[in-house]
């Protein structure tokens, strides 16, 4: 199992355009969630999905949006980047039994 | 929401000496809690986890503690090595798939 894959690892954007964070696992699990991560500020969640066709919101939402077309993947995109968005971006996966497994993480640097 | 409280920010000791890491929650439905540890540059990694039908949790050096009634949980470390140096972060969840972490503790154990 390669367990949760994200891509990219890191990513500049200018202000104002969009991109796509890439989140995949291949653990069946139903639970998928996207972190943020700023210092001194612990993981914040952003969107969250419990099963396929089923997304919602998190603690931080703006400016980001989600999808979940299949099992494995959870797409985030960034609609128009800002230097708020400046960040470490944490995809995870888990179930009842075994909750939240993290992904090695996508910096964004927003400039 | 559910409001997660973690103390101390740092915390410094003595290689082979105690740490305690403490954590309050704010929703009395949260059932699960569990503690990550973050090397630098790292993804955070599940070190221990207690759920709410338990009041204590021990693997090797580490364990939990959880108080219902007052709402929080410790994470407790014992006979520490450097190795130990870590960020670590408590979280709270009641369903499995939304997880609201504390701010983190910088561990620094000194050989």
């Known amino acids: 199992n390669a367990g949760v894959t994200q891509t990219p690892k890191f990513q500049v954007l200018k202000t104002g355009q969009s991109m796509t964070l890439q989140c995949a696992q291949d653990m069946n699990h139903e639970y998928m969630s996207w972190y943020r991560q700023d210092p001194g500020m612990g993981l914040r969640l952003i969107h969250y999905?419990?099963?396929?066709?089923?997304?919602d919101q998190g603690e931080v939402p703006n400016g980001y949006n989600v999808s979940r077309s299949t099992t494995e993947d959870f797409p985030l995109r960034l609609l128009s980047a800002a230097p708020s968005q400046t960040s470490v971006y944490f995809c995870?996966?888990?179930?009842?039994?075994?909750?939240?497994?993290f992904g090695n993480g996508t910096r964004l640097t927003v400039t | 929401g559910e409001n997660v409280e973690q103390h101390p920010s740092t915390l410094s000791v003595q290689e082979g000496d105690s740490a305690v890491i403490k954590c309050t929650y704010s929703d009395s439905a949260s059932n699960y809690f569990p503690w990550y540890k973050q090397e630098l540059g790292k993804r955070p990694q599940l070190i221990i986890d207690i759920r709410s039908n338990v009041g204590e949790k021990k693997d090797q050096r580490i364990a939990v503690t959880l108080n219902k009634t007052a709402k929080h949980f410790s994470l407790h470390i014992t006979e520490t090595q450097p190795e130990d140096s870590a960020v670590y972060f408590c979280?709270?969840?009641?369903?499995?798939?939304?997880?609201?972490f504390g701010s983190g503790t910088k561990l620094n154990v000194k050989p």
């Open positions: 995870a996966s888990g179930t009842y039994n075994s909750p939240l497994h």
């Open positions: 979280a709270a969840s009641k369903n499995f798939n939304k997880f609201y």
């Open positions: 999905s419990v099963g396929a066709g089923i997304t």
